[in-house]
Every structure is written in C-alpha cells, then in structure tokens.
C-alpha cells in the first residue's frame, strides 16, 4: 500500500505568511508529491478571505478549508488517514462521546462523575485504525524551510527507528537555542541514523528537544496521533499543540525517541502573534511586521522572497528574520 502523508496547514489572518510556507515548501521539498496539503485557516475580515481565495488559485493543488469549528474541522481533515466511510463516521462518534465524557460539563460527564465516586468508570470506546501506511505532517503559517529534504527519507526512518514518537524538521545539530524561554540548550546525546537523520531520547532532552509532540513541523504516525486527538478538547492550534505536548509522557515507554536531519530545514519566523490564548509567547522583539502592514503589502502585489533564505542555518526552532520581498505582479 503507498504511503499516505496528509499535511496539515494551520493559518489566521497571515496569507502572506502562508504563502511564504507553502511557497517554500514546494522549493525544498524533493518529493512533494508525496503529500497531500490541507490548508485550515480562519479570516477574521472580508479582506483576509479575499486574500486566502488568491491563495486557492495560486496553489490549485492545495486543499482550503475555512474555519467553522476549529476542532471538527481538524478532524474532517484527517480522517482521510481512514479508507472506508464507515471508519470515519465511528472516529467521529467515538470522539463526540469521548469530549462528552472526559471535558464537556454535561449531563453524561456529570453521571460518569458520580459513577467514579463509586469505583465504576465509563471505558473509553475503541478508534478504528487508520491506512497502515498514514502518516501526518503538522505546519504553520509562519514556517520557513530552508534546504533541501525528503519526505520519504522522514518516512522510511520511522520505519527504520520503530520506538520513535515522530520526526521533526525544525531541530539538529544547530539548535542550540530555545527563542521561546530565551535560553541556550544543551544538543542531546544523537544516534546517527542512515541519510543524515538522527535519533535521540527525548526523555532526557532539554527545552526543546524534550518537547517531542508539536505543531510546527513535525511528521507523526496517523495510528499514534488519531488516538490521541480523539481524547482531547482543543479549539485552535495554540490548544492543541498544549494538549499534545500536556500527553507527551504517554508515549515516554513505547516511544522515548525523537527523530530529526542532522541540520534542521525548517524554522518558524515570529514576526507577528495573531492569538491571545498564549499571551507569553514571544513575538516580533528584533522584527516584527503587523498583520495588517503585511496584508496591505500582500495586496500591492508583494510577496516574500523565499529564495533568500535558502541554506539559512538557524539556532533555534524559532527565530526572528527580517523579510525580503519580491514584485509578483
């Protein structure tokens, strides 16, 4: 059976930082038709559809999906992993009830409350496994790769180091920094793997190689990962990749290794925060371009030239760069 890699794209108000991920992913990626890219994003102005409906005709071989409800919709888009109808209708079942009895304060949560109280727990209902062969490449807008790399080299590791988690694309050797606290972090001790890829134990790592479940650039096997969203309640990107990173220790036995490139190929640029859930999160300190200046610029014609950043070797997963645009008039 071929392999089924779904990428999943998560973007709000920054199509001109959508375009520069996609963009430069399709100029690095060896094998693109690997994948199969899905664009969630949310508008939250009749000026930033407009701008996302260009980007449906720049990139025709691109799924867009608008946002109607953050959670379903993620779903919707990854049920594609399942072969049959039939799978998917049970998955979205058995994840209604599961938000039901593990989140919702409703009136089946408030019983299965009381039930605990007496030492009897509701099971939670079993998932139907997805294609064998499925995986899923989480992205977001802000992305930026950089160098060359293959979604089949990713794929084939983590065939070849069954006891990893996933695969990440922002971390290597030269990530000895984390933007987020601002800090340097110590590399951990690598296994070298056949084509570059290396394996690590994520138990042990510091920062952020020991933050294996994320959003932003990284490979996971659909058998590990629908389970596991299946169990959660999340209502953007910035909830999810917590509720993930929260259930990290549930693979720590299984799986307590963590695969990327010697040298990373991707890294975030956080110029901009469309999001208040994460007020903390840094943001924009060296450059930082509204989203509003970048959506004016967008409509000039103006897009960035991610040509420029080719090679970059950034130190961290996230790291501020300033832009450099180009006329696609």
Not at 90 to 108: A, C, E, G, M, P
Not at 123 to 130: E, G, K
Request: charged share 25%.
């Amino acid at each position: 059976m071929p392999t089924k890699l779904l990428v999943s794209v998560f973007s709000r108000d920054r199509a001109m930082q959508l375009d520069a991920a996609l963009r430069s992913f399709y100029l690095h990626c060896q094998d693109i038709q690997l994948a199969e890219i899905h664009v969630l994003y949310r508008a939250s102005t009749p000026g930033y559809e407009a701008q996302y409906r260009l980007l449906e005709q720049a990139y025709p071989q691109v799924f867009f999906v608008s946002e109607k409800n953050f959670r379903e919709d993620v779903e919707g888009m990854l049920l594609s992993c399942y072969e049959r109808v039939s799978q998917r209708r049970w998955y979205r079942f058995v994840s209604k009830i599961n938000r039901l009895l593990l989140f919702d304060n409703s009136f089946i949560a408030k019983i299965a409350r009381r039930l605990a109280k007496l030492e009897i727990k509701l099971r939670i209902l079993p998932l139907p496994f997805p294609l064998k062969e499925s995986f899923i490449f989480f992205m977001v807008d802000d992305n930026l790769f950089v160098r060359p790399f293959s979604l089949r080299a990713a794929v084939q590791a983590l065939h070849a180091v069954p006891d990893a988690i996933g695969f990440s694309l922002r971390l290597g050797r030269n990530t000895t920094y984390t933007y987020s606290l601002n800090n340097n972090q110590e590399l951990p001790k690598f296994e070298e793997i056949a084509g570059g890829v290396l394996a690590y134990d994520w138990r042990s790592g510091q920062y952020d190689f020991n933050y294996p479940l994320e959003v932003s650039s990284s490979i996971y096997r659909a058998v590990q990962i629908l389970p596991l969203l299946a169990s959660m309640a999340f209502r953007n990107p910035n909830t999810l990749e917590g509720e993930m990173a929260a259930r990290s220790r549930w693979f720590a036995k299984r799986f307590p290794k963590l695969l990327c490139f010697d040298t990373s190929v991707a890294f975030c640029n956080p110029v901009n925060k469309v999001q208040t859930i994460s007020a903390g999160n840094r943001a924009g300190l060296a450059h930082h371009y509204t989203v509003e200046e970048l959506a004016r610029r967008f409509d000039k014609g103006e897009r960035v030239d991610v040509k420029s950043y080719s090679g970059f070797m950034s130190n961290a997963c996230h790291q501020e760069m300033e832009f450099t645009f180009t006329d696609n008039t």
